[in-house]
Nanobody, 123 residues
Framework: QLQFVESGGGLVQPGGSLRLACVVSGFTLDALGIGWFRQAPGKDREAVSCIDRSATKYADSVKGRFTISVDYSRNTVYLQMKSLKPEDTAVYYC??????????????????WGKGTLVTVSS
């Protein structure tokens, strides 16, 4: 059974940085397409970033500021967030697509959702 444990959310000032982590159990990371979605207050869920094998994708709104990475030895996916803006305030969800070849940037591609971790960017 695939399980996620997300961490790293919190309160940060604009311009600050956070690193989210998603520890994956039940599947080996190299058998998944994995990524991050977010849902801002009053808005729909949107894709942030994904990684499948070595291929990565980013939403235009975060490109150049966020970086997704994988530590295969720890079965952990990270989202490094820099130059954070108030618009980045959202619940961030670790997501996965079972199998190789799909980088999940559509909600329809997602098989598994984490519980989410809240990121608040405010002065």
């Amino acid at each position: 059974q695939l399980q996620f444990v997300e961490s790293g959310g919190g309160l940060v000032q604009p311009g600050g940085s956070l690193r989210l982590a998603c520890v994956v159990s039940g599947f080996t990371l190299d058998a998944l397409g994995i990524g991050w979605f977010r849902q801002a207050p009053g808005k729909d869920r949107e894709a942030v970033s994904c990684i499948d094998r070595s291929a990565t994708k980013y939403a235009d709104s975060v490109k150049g500021r966020f970086t997704i990475s994988v530590d295969y030895s720890r079965n952990t996916v990270y989202l490094q967030m820099k130059s954070l803006k108030p618009e980045d305030t959202a619940v961030y969800y670790c997501v996965a697509r079972q199998g190789r070849g799909i980088c999940p940037m559509s909600a329809y591609d997602v098989n598994y959702w984490g519980k989410g971790t809240l990121v608040t960017v405010s002065s």
